[in-house]
């Protein structure tokens, strides 16, 4: 079992800038990627950014050049970095670990970006 906590979130003006957290624990040795998902209301989730345990990283066409993904494997911990915001960002954002046999989820955390 793989244990996700994020942090993070909150409201923030277009334009601006925030950086999530997703601090894992448990049987962290299984984990081959990390990553960020999102969903917005009324809309499917969707990828926003992942990682590799080599630090390989993938992201979606709507956030590459304004988001970061980035792992520090002495934390257990990933981050999104996240810049020059979007209304269209606005969603809840929830962290994934996949092992070879199963995927986790933290409990998200909502990225609010409105004037």
């Known amino acids: 079992q793989v244990q996700l906590v994020e942090s993070g979130g909150g409201l923030v003006q277009p334009g601006g800038s925030l950086r999530l957290s997703c601090a894992a624990s448990?049987?962290?040795?299984?984990?081959?990627?990390m990553g960020w998902y999102r969903q917005a209301p009324g809309k499917q989730r969707e990828l926003v950014a992942t990682i590799t345990s080599g630090g390989s990283p993938n992201y979606a066409d709507s956030v590459k050049g304004r988001f970061t993904i980035s792992r520090e494997h002495a934390r257990n911990t990933v981050y999104l970095q996240m810049n020059s915001l979007k209304p269209e960002d606005t969603a809840v954002y929830y962290c994934?670990?996949?092992?070879?046999?199963?995927?986790?989820w933290g409990q998200g955390t909502q990225v609010t970006v409105s004037s």
């Open positions: 994934n670990a996949q092992i070879p046999t199963n995927a986790f």
């Open positions: 448990g049987s962290i040795f299984s984990i081959y990627a």
